[in-house]
């Protein structure tokens, strides 16, 4: 396993694409959760604002640019033709995809830790300039604050499930452009369905199925009485997503031929 890992990691960061990609997952992360939080301005009259979920806003942006650098992870390698050698350095399938995903989910815990720690900083730089002071209910965004914390580690652990999520499902297609067709598809359908269904009921267990939905509900600090399922519940949801998906890659990739 050592030598599948130091592998797996040699070819991620020696790949041109990695660097730029993981660079903008941050950027856009940070840039998005900035804008959210420039954009809401306190209101006597408004409900009340999760601060927290604002500043962490550009997760739903930054997830996609993680999703590419995991599809790319191992799509990438059957587009060139490099599989084949992969395998023949290590031949046991399971143990090359297990070293993709700790490789691909150690990269993605690094820039996703600093993707949001910056939002969460911008949001304690902007959101007092915008009303949201301690004369008005709310206090700084900080790590000291259990919810906040929660909210911001949970992030980060969305984001690495995410990545395992969308390595699963390239090793399953192998297709680059489908696999990112799934993903997104997997997770954006959920919640639009939801606003579609007429029922109550069924709007509640869709929010609770969906890997999107139900896994940014760890990013939700007030009313969390009301969510569909519970911050750390939701995330255990996409956890199972992202289970199965790396499951049926591995069965997949035992199967068929490289």
Known sequence: MKDALHAE??????VAGTAW??????????????GASSAVSYSSTGSVVDTTKLALTGISLGQAVIAILAVEAISGEYRTGMVGMSLAAVPRRATMLAAK?????????AAGAIATLGSVLAGRLILP???FTAAH????????????????V??????????????????????GATAIGVVLGL??????????A?????????QQLGPMTAGLNVQVTTDVHELPIGPWAGLGVLALWAAAALAAGAVLLRLRDA
Do not use: E, H
């Open 129 to 131: 300039a915008n009303g």
């Open 137 to 152: 209910g709310y206090t700084l965004l900080t790590m000291a604050d259990g919810a906040t914390l929660r909210a911001t």
């Open 9 to 14: 990691w040699t070819k991620l960061r020696t």
């Open 154 to 175: 949970g992030s980060v652990l969305y984001l690495a499930l995410i990545a395992l999520f969308s390595l699963g499902i390239a090793a399953a297609v192998r297709d």
């Open 187 to 196: 997770l954006f359908l959920f919640p639009i369905v939801a606003v579609l």
């Open 21 to 34: 990609l993981l660079l903008a997952a941050i950027a856009l992360t940070i840039a998005l959760s900035a």
């Open 198 to 206: 007429p029922d109550p009921d069924w709007q509640r267990r869709l």
């Open 101 to 109: 995903a700790a490789i691909v989910s150690v990269v993605t815990l």
